[in-house]
């Protein structure tokens, strides 16, 4: 699992030094406090222990800087300035250690990134991993993995890899109880269950089959996290990172949601998911049991120069700032202004 | 003027009259001595009177914390549906109850404004509030209606509170 990560002078920190949980990680924050930073930094140290890719190329790959200049990852100043990004991890028999990317503003390619630490530990201990990215690419995986593998088309690697893991075909034996016990949760959810024909998904139910492109995006989001249970890619000791998981999700589904991510924590998967949403975020609180591991970080600029700041709280009643909530507090302001005006006041 | 009530304090420095509404002391004047919902605080402004209700929910499950008059088990808390549903009746009957009270004591000339204090945070807060003044009803009325129940209705935290009325500083001071 990953215990921490740290940021000098990259992408949008001046420095970040986290803690994380080893069940659910909820980052809160308001646009460009670096919420998909943090969770795209982290899942391509994770998914190099797998697909053997330099950790520099990984960064550029899942980054996506302009012309592909590893160096501007590193936060903009007047001069020629250096960053880094460390991350420590935890093996299941208690290993600790930690990998280190430096590079320059004025790298032009990853191959100058010095990458230091237990890279060789960090290799030799693979767990899967899974980058769940805002916008949905699943209805359109036909084709995409042969023009992302033969044209340099400008999409962050996050896209392509997630397409990979959907099609990952499914694990040998028997399925567990507890996986079965999650996938029956979203068939009833999304009243079917996903299969694939030439590239395509499908939703199969009594009806038929329903392309993708023809199903909600909401469904589809379901649909994703069905195939990912099913073909073993979120088992226990993997991390799943998800990005808004609340975008085109009919709030009614998020208890849903919610309810198997927790069910997955407990299973052993470590999970990191960004938010704007007080739903999903109260999903959460409700469905946390008194042995769950959850951590709520919150992410805001403060101090003189405006830096990304953070902090991180075991409970949501206890996370300030809270952004999320701040936005409803000041609808009620408003609100108590417009009706009582200067009452009070 | 000060007056406490389930552990707040509240200073309405601009009021005419401040008085615990729900008073259960048969020797005071504003002893309340009827069988009907009571809100906790009444106070009387010079063109509107507040009516205030405080209701604290224990942060976890503890089935003999006390909510209002009932006991986390009886209200059922662990079950959030019926719980809300509980809190927003309970919020929603005293008010109606306290308004004939007040009618029968020829005391409702000047529009009420209803302030329930919580423990929620503003989120939860803003959907409880849309449901009370949907249910009260404030919002919706019937058009034979020519007279209003309630000005306005809000649901506030305590740091909601002292933001948005300067004039009536509250404070915490014991556990409810």
New interface residues.
């Given amino acids: 699992m990953i215990k921490s990560l740290k940021f000098l002078n990259f992408t949008a920190f001046d420095s970040l030094d986290i803690s994380f949980s080893p069940g659910v990680n909820l980052l809160i924050g308001e646009n460009g406090t670096g919420k998909t930073h943090i969770l795209k930094a982290i899942y391509a140290a994770c998914d190099i222990t797998k697909s053997k890719k330099g950790f520099a190329e990984k960064i550029n790959d899942v980054f996506y800087p302009s012309g592909k200049q590893i160096g501007r990852l590193v936060k903009r100043a007047k001069t020629s300035t250096s960053g880094s990004m460390e991350l420590g991890r935890e093996t299941p028999d208690g290993k600790a250690f930690s990998i280190k990317l430096t590079l320059t503003s004025h790298m032009l390619t990853p191959t100058k990134a010095k990458v230091t630490g237990a890279t060789k530990l960090w290799l030799e201990n693979p767990f899967s991993s899974v980058f769940i990215p805002v916008k949905d690419m699943m209805a359109n995986a036909p084709a995409f993995r042969s023009l992302y593998a033969t044209r340099n088309i400008h999409f962050e690697e996050v896209y392509a890899d997630i397409i990979d893991r959907a099609f990952l075909p499914a694990l040998k034996g028997p399925t567990d109880h507890q996986r079965i016990k999650l996938l029956g949760i979203l068939q009833a959810a999304m009243d079917g269950k996903v299969i694939t024909k030439n590239e395509e998904f499908f939703l199969k139910n009594k009806q038929g089959e329903l392309e993708f492109t023809l199903l909600a995006e909401g469904f589809r989001k379901l649909g994703l996290l069905w195939l990912l249970i099913q073909n073993g890619t979120l088992l226990s000791g993997s991390a799943l990172f998800w990005d808004e998981p609340e975008t085109n999700l009919n709030p009614r589904l998020m208890q849903t949601v919610v309810s198997i991510l927790m069910e997955l924590q407990r299973l052993g998967v470590q999970i990191f998911v960004s938010t704007h949403d007080y739903i999903l975020l109260k999903e959460f609180d409700l469905a946390t049991r008194e042995h769950d591991q959850i951590r709520y970080h919150s992410l805001y600029r403060g101090g003189n120069t405006g830096e990304i700041l953070h902090n991180s709280c075991d409970t949501l009643a206890g996370l300030d700032p809270n952004a999320i909530d701040a936005t409803f507090g000041s609808i009620i302001d408003r609100q108590v202004s417009k009706d009582m005006g200067m009452l009070g006041k | 003027m000060i007056v406490d009530a389930d552990g707040y304090r509240f200073d309405f420095t601009d009021a005419i009259n401040v008085f615990k509404f729900d008073e259960t002391d048969p020797t005071s004047p504003t002893f309340h001595g009827a069988p009907m919902k009571a809100v906790d605080v009444i106070a009387e ?1 010079s063109d ?1 009177y507040l009516f205030i209700e405080i209701k604290e929910y224990p ?1 976890s499950y503890d089935p003999d914390a006390i909510i209002g008059e009932k006991t986390c088990s009886e209200v059922d808390c662990p079950n ?1 549906t019926k719980h809300l549903e509980w809190l927003k009746n309970n919020l929603k009957y005293k008010f109606r109850d306290s308004f004939i009270y007040r009618y029968a004591e020829d005391k409702t000339k000047k529009p009420v ?1 209803y302030l329930c204090l919580l423990n929620f ?6 959907v409880i ?1 849309k449901t009370l003044r949907r249910e009260l009803p404030i919002d919706k009325v019937p058009a034979r209606w020519v007279k209003t129940l309630a ?2 209705c ?1 649901v ?1 935290n305590l ?2 509170w002292n ?6 500083p509250a404070q915490k001071v014991r556990a409810a």
Avoid at chain 2, 163 to 168: C, G, S, V
């Fill in positions: 402004l509107f942060a959030r404004h945070d503003d989120a939860l807060n803003s509030r000005q306005s809000q506030l740091d909601a933001r948005n009325f300067p004039k009536w």
